[in-house]
């Protein structure tokens, strides 16, 4: 395959596998429980209240607030970031008549009700995008891991996406759409991947093949910068991380920290393997993207594809033998008892199991489901720091 040249990208390696996390909140209303567009008024605020106002990021829409982490270290770290953001912004929140609530979609919001916030890029994306666009009501968690080496990043990618069906399955929050269930655990991931630049990212091999791709697509107008190369699993250039944006929204500061762990674990073990010479393991692009659909649409219970001879394995029984696996990586990024805290996550049931659960038990009460979300993150943040 032949690629153009003509744009040099230059990745700022990191010298450590440093952590960034992205979180993502929708605004709710306390009574109704509808998204509520109140974003620039919790930003005013909060603006006022916050050490770093930049621990606060606007996003597409005015129903939305991202909550980020500086640069960190270890997950511990992250999450206690994460923690003392969100601990100024959710009093904010209370004053307002707002929650934040945790998952990758709502259950009932109408896209048409919702407002874009001020913008060049956002008008853009949406003048560009249209319906596909107008309908993205959908949040996710970021994880950045720093990368040393720009000739490691995309093989180290191509590898990560063996796993990207168990870090979907366990973080899949979105099985309930314009007030019905769609059947899907994740109804998120296949919404997302609609816009022309999202979904699983192609698997290159040299960095050189990237930079061509990237050639071609501002040349011919598909992108006006790189960020908004939005796939699923990417390099965050300018600041050296590999960054996965796989997970659905999430409601609580433990699952936070588990996968968090989880993610950081595995960039780094791979990124290990292949300084050390070893040639990391790939599947072809049919069965990673089978491997996609099938934990969107069957989450925990999904059976999964394991590697390139086609062997499938059901993704909890392959998730124990990963974390054990991972347990000495973990040990050395120090988040052992994080990464072991993954496996609780099945046991207890992802959150759209939850979600269900909740349905199931108060008739359909969609209100219900969204009080559920929400608790649970105040139960989180209730809970004393570990």
Request: with cysteine; proline share 5%; net charge negative.
């Amino acid at each position: 395959m032949c690629f153009a040249v003509g744009v040099r990208i230059d990745f700022r390696g990191s010298a450590e596998p440093t952590l960034g996390v992205e979180w993502e909140f929708a605004l709710v209303d306390k009574s109704t429980r509808d998204l509520s567009n109140t974003a620039p008024d919790l930003f005013a605020v909060a603006a006022e209240r916050l050490a770093d106002p930049g621990r606060l990021h606007k996003e597409l829409l005015r129903n939305t607030v991202e909550v980020v982490t500086g640069v960190c270290g270890t997950v511990d770290e992250a999450v206690r970031d994460l923690r003392a953001t969100l601990e100024t912004v959710v009093p904010v929140a209370d004053e307002l008549g707002v929650d934040l609530f945790g998952a990758g979609t709502h259950p009932f919001a109408s896209w048409s009700a919702q407002q874009l916030t001020a913008g060049h890029r956002y008008e853009e994306l949406i003048n560009r995008t249209q319906w596909w666009g107008r309908q993205m009501l959908i949040w996710g968690v970021h994880v950045h891991v720093g990368m040393p080496e720009q000739e490691r990043v995309m093989p180290v990618l191509s590898s990560l996406l063996n796993y990207f069906p168990h870090l979907q399955a366990l973080s899949a929050s979105s099985p309930i759409w314009a007030g019905t269930d769609t059947g899907y655990a994740s109804n998120r991931a296949l919404m997302f991947q609609q816009l022309p630049t999202a979904g699983l990212p192609f698997q290159f091999e040299t960095w050189a093949e990237f930079e061509g791709f990237a050639h071609d697509s501002l040349v011919t107008g598909v992108i006006e910068e790189l960020s908004e190369i939005r796939w699923d699993v990417r390099p965050a250039t300018h600041l050296g991380t590999l960054e996965n944006r796989v997970c659905d929204g999430m409601s609580d500061l433990d699952e936070l920290a588990a996968l968090v762990a989880l993610m950081h674990c595995l960039v780094v073990d791979l990124d290990t393997r292949l300084a050390a010479g070893e040639t990391l393991p790939t599947m072809p692009p049919w069965h990673v993207q089978e491997n996609k659909w099938r934990t969107a649409r069957y989450g925990l219970d999904a059976i999964i594809i394991l590697d390139a001879a086609s062997n499938e394995r059901l993704v909890t029984d392959d998730l124990d033998d990963l974390l054990e696996r991972l347990v000495p990586v973990a040990e050395r990024l120090g988040c052992e008892r994080e990464l072991r805290s993954v496996a609780d996550i099945p046991r207890r049931g992802a959150s759209y199991q939850r979600q269900r659960a909740v349905a199931a038990e108060t008739g359909g009460d969609l209100v219900a489901v969204v009080d559920s979300v929400v608790r649970e993150l105040r139960d989180g943040l209730e809970r004393p720091a570990q």
